[in-house]
């Protein structure tokens, strides 16, 4: 059974790229959203509609903010989107 299925089209979705680089966004105190975390997942894409949805994220992050080489590592692995959002929250 393959993984990924786009309900709209009723096709399952196509692996794009293994190992692309997404960074996680927090809140901050003044309500702006800051690098929080860079992870490594899987893009893929519905080969009809082309809705693409990364996936199948690593158990650790690359990277994390507090971490004395996070911008040196975000230069290294530059991220394909920053996904700004919290579980719901929104500042």
């Not at 975390?37 to 009809?48: R, T, V």
């Not at 693409?52 to 990277?63: D, E, I, S």
Request: aromatic residues 10%; neutral net charge; contains cysteine.
């Amino acid at each position: 059974m393959r993984g990924l299925a786009c309900v709209q089209c009723k096709k399952f979705l196509r692996i794009l790229k293994n190992g692309v680089n997404i960074e996680e966004g927090m809140p901050n105190a003044r309500d702006e959203w800051v690098p929080y975390k860079l992870w490594k997942a899987d893009l893929y894409e519905c080969p009809e509609c082309k809705v693409q949805l990364a996936c199948g994220f690593g158990q650790r992050p690359l990277a994390e903010h507090f971490e004395s080489d996070y911008a040196e590592m975000r230069e290294k692995f530059p991220p394909l989107i920053r996904v700004d959002d919290c579980g719901g929250a929104k500042p």
